[in-house]
């Protein structure tokens, strides 16, 4: 908790933008130190009797500012437990679409990486990273699979100066939850992803990786993913199975 109560502080606020409201300022105190790490995802936040009191502010003004927090899906209470940062769960993303076996399986797939590479951005990368072109990426080709099928295949882009050491990394010794690795080792804490999804025909390199045939459906997943401020870290393109895809939505 230390890290934590070293941010709210009466002087950090002190020197924050004083033309903003007081929770405001709070949050967003709050907010910079999850982007640099110094509150990392699952650290605990003080009481918000403790923050009022160490930041010199009403207590209504802290209760104020954790709400906004809250909304924004940056930190969560725990019954009983107290207040956390919370890291945003992409784990689950695929199986919102891709389902095996009886249909309505949770299991997570598995990650395999196949190859680690440092290439110059393409147009459509440079475009969604906001790079230059021709710009310096790291990419990574990796398998999605269940019980030995594979399900889905991706291609992940990563700009190199944020990501540098990628390139010298065994790919048999990249984890399989890739977002808490890029914030542990390189310090990037993806927050938010958009995702497009598209409809495509298996090319040769898909019947290759996921065993089908050459003209088969194919579900396309695009995925943004950015920091809380908004900074592009991973473009990713994920192509798997239309056979082994399922879409469900609840409308009420």
């Known amino acids: 908790m230390m890290a934590s109560m070293t941010v709210l502080s009466a002087a950090n606020l002190s020197g924050s933008d004083a033309r903003l409201p007081m929770h405001q300022r709070i949050s967003l105190l709050v907010e910079q130190a999850i982007e640099d790490g110094g509150l990392k995802p699952g650290d605990p936040l003080p009481p918000e009797s ?45 199986l919102r679409f891709f ?11 598995a990650g395999e990486v196949l190859e680690i590479r440092t ?50 990394v065994d790919p048999q010794q990249v984890p399989h939850l890739l977002y808490p690795w890029y914030m542990d080792a390189f310090g990037v804490l993806v927050s938010r992803a958009r995702e497009d999804l598209t409809i495509d025909r298996a090319t040769a390199e898909d019947a ?33 199975l239309a056979s082994t895809f399922h879409y469900r939505i609840e409308i009420s």
């Open 99 to 109: 389902r095996f076996g009886d249909g309505v399986s949770t299991r997570l797939p």
């Open 119 to 168: 290439a110059d951005a393409d147009a459509a990368t440079a475009s969604a990273l906001l790079l230059d072109t021709d710009a310096p990426v790291v990419t990574m080709k990796r398998v999605r699979s269940i019980e030995g099928r594979r399900l889905v295949w991706e291609r992940i882009w990563l700009p190199r100066p944020l990501f540098d050491g990628v390139a010298d």
């Open 208 to 240: 290759d990786l996921l065993g089908c045939e050459p003209g088969e459906p194919i579900v396309v997943i695009e995925r943004l993913a950015t920091t809380l401020t908004g900074g592009r870290v991973e473009r990713r393109i994920s192509r798997g």
């Open 50 to 94: 403790r923050i009022a009191r160490d930041c010199s502010v009403a207590l209504g003004t802290v209760r104020q500012a954790m709400e906004n927090l809250r909304e924004r899906g940056l930190i969560e209470r725990r019954q009983g437990r107290g207040t956390f940062v919370r890291q945003p769960d992409f784990a689950e993303s695929m």
